[in-house]
């Protein structure tokens, strides 16, 4: 199995940046694809973005295309997502997540493992 620790959140001013990280424990790590998802209070879970075993596949959403970027450090047993430009409507508790299934996968309850999350504040 794998556990998964976020972190790397926190309070930035809108069209700042942040990297966010998810460190991995089990010896069956590199054979998960891995995503970012993030939830509001009051909204469903939401796909940010995934990376396949490798981090030669990456897929995101309109969201987050152009201003998130994903990878993966397998070596360190480490996912990022780096985020540019934000929003206030960035903010949100971020969760990353590992999946065993096909790639790229969106929805969430296909996902095995989850961390705890990190939350980021985005203001005006």
């Known amino acids: 199995q794998v556990q998964l620790v976020e972190s790397g959140g926190g309070l930035v001013q809108a069209g700042g940046s942040l990297r966010l990280s998810c460190a991995a424990s089990g010896v069956s790590y590199a054979l998960y694809n891995m995503a970012w998802f993030r939830q509001t209070p009051g909204k469903e879970r939401e796909f940010a973005a995934a990376i396949s075993l490798t981090g030669v596949g990456q897929h995101y959403s309109d969201s987050a295309k152009g201003r998130f970027t994903i990878s993966r450090d397998n070596a360190r047993n480490t996912v990022y997502l780096q985020m540019s430009s934000l929003k206030p409507e960035d903010t949100a508790v971020y969760y990353c997540?590992?999946?065993?299934?096909?790639?790229?996968?969106?929805?969430?309850?296909?996902?095995?493992?989850w961390g705890q999350g990190t939350q980021v504040t985005v203001s005006s």
């Open positions: 997540a590992a999946d065993r299934g096909r790639f790229p996968e969106v929805r969430g309850n296909e996902y095995d493992y």
